[in-house]
């Protein structure tokens, strides 16, 4: 990829396109992991549960235009909202590293040009993740007609 095209390297997250900021998403999908906070230490815990909208079979959402109409309780990041939401972020993700100052990982599709490279890395949540089949809230998801 010629130098030009590597925008993320000299256009801060928060002056980013639309366009450009989607394309930071390594589309790894972990954040759409159900993860668990302990109340006493608030210490974050993953699960190998997947949220309800997720496609299983290519670890991508399955409506992300619609998401959070879907799940609601869906994190949408934002420039706006980063810094807040990094906690649930895994440390591989894009955003939380430009955030921080590191550099994308090698698989990560701008770097690689291949979707391919996030699954292959073993980054991907792709054919690794179990359905939800309670809410957030602990009640049972009500199914689709």
Not at 50 to 69: H, P, V
Not at 81 to 102: D, F, H, M, T
Request: overall charge neutral; some cysteine; proline content about 5%.
């Amino acid at each position: 990829m010629a130098t030009a095209e590597r925008f993320w390297e000299t256009v801060p997250l928060f002056e980013m396109t639309r366009k450009q900021w989607e394309a930071v998403c390594d589309g790894c999908g972990r954040c759409c992991l159900i993860k668990r906070e302990d109340e006493d230490t608030g210490e974050l815990y993953w699960t190998s549960v997947a949220c309800r909208a997720m496609n299983r079979c290519t670890g991508l959402c399955s409506d992300y235009e619609n998401r959070k109409k879907l799940v609601p309780e869906c994190i949408v990041l934002t420039p706006e909202n980063l810094a807040e939401k990094a906690k649930v972020l895994p440390a591989s993700c894009a955003y939380k590293r430009l955030l921080n100052g590191l550099p994308l990982l090698d698989w990560h599709p701008l770097n690689s040009g291949s979707q391919q490279s996030v699954i292959d890395s073993g980054v991907s949540i792709a054919e690794k993740t179990g359905y939800q089949l309670y809410g957030h809230d602990g009640k049972s998801i009500p199914k689709r007609r």
